[in-house]
């Protein structure tokens, strides 16, 4: 899901002028049992607030949510370099591709009074699921792979996106309700899907908000992804 290269391609790609534009970041933590006393507490004090609600995504009514959540991403990352926003044809086909790996428990929506204002969406690491099939699918290794999909046990989750409404940025509740998407997603991650550790990312290296919030108790810089650019 997310390119790898080999260490000389950096040099050749130096070589031939382009330089640096922007790095993103991957964090990685073990998730059996993280534990922060501010971060409890931020968590602890929404769980009390009747104006939030943490809600799993309902996969029933997968075309509605999926619209939802890629509607919350084009406002979240609005002002995110280089974001280009998604457009309703995108929008539906993104849903389209994303629905066999979706995961009620693992995708969560967050309400405050009754209107969705972030989401987190996390899926499990299909590297796992698939390296026993040397990267064959047929004749008939995509049906062990859909056998897998109906309810995989992995090691390890990512999440990929996460967003909070552009109007809550900056702010202690825009965090609070990170920290409670990422707290109640961990508790069935572990205890439904059997996962250890899991995988922030890509964050734009300058997005002060979400690394503060990706650099949770033990996590660390797994993975830089390099942007490079060239004048014409």
């Known amino acids: ?32 049992n993280w534990q922060d006393p501010l971060i409890d507490r931020l968590i ?15 996969k029933s009514k997968f075309d509605q949510e999926a619209a939802l ?9 609005s002002n995110n370099w280089g974001y280009v926003p998604l457009t309703p044809a995108e929008i539906a086909y993104a849903g389209k591709k994303l629905k066999p790996i979706i995961f009620n428990e693992l995708v969560r929506i967050a309400e ?23 990267g064959e699918l047929f004749p008939f290794n995509f049906i062990k792979l859909l056998w897998r999909l109906r309810k995989p046990r992995t090691r390890r989750l990512r999440v990929p996106l996460m967003g909070v409404a552009r109007k809550l ?23 439904k899907f059997g996962a250890t550790h899991g995988e922030f990312g890509w964050i734009l290296e300058d997005n002060k908000g979400m690394l503060s ?3 949770l108790p033990g996590a660390e810089i797994n993975h830089r992804y390099r942007i490079y650019e060239k004048a014409l």
């Open 1 to 32: 899901m997310m390119g790898h290269h080999r260490p000389e391609y950096q040099g050749w790609i130096e070589a031939a002028g382009y330089e640096k534009a922007k790095d993103l970041i991957t964090y990685a933590l073990d998730i059996t």
């Open 112 to 134: 405050l009074d009754g209107e969705p204002v972030a989401f987190m969406l996390t899926i499990p690491d299909i590297n796992e699921l698939t390296k026993d099939l040397n």
């Open 169 to 191: 940025h900056g702010s202690r509740l825009a965090s609070q309700l990170a920290f409670m998407m990422i707290e109640f997603t961990r508790r069935d991650a572990v205890s």
């Open 44 to 58: 602890a004090s929404g769980e009390r607030n009747p104006r939030i609600r943490i809600r799993n995504v309902d």
């Open 69 to 77: 959540i890629l509607n919350l991403l084009n406002d979240a990352w």
């Open 213 to 215: 919030i990706a650099q």
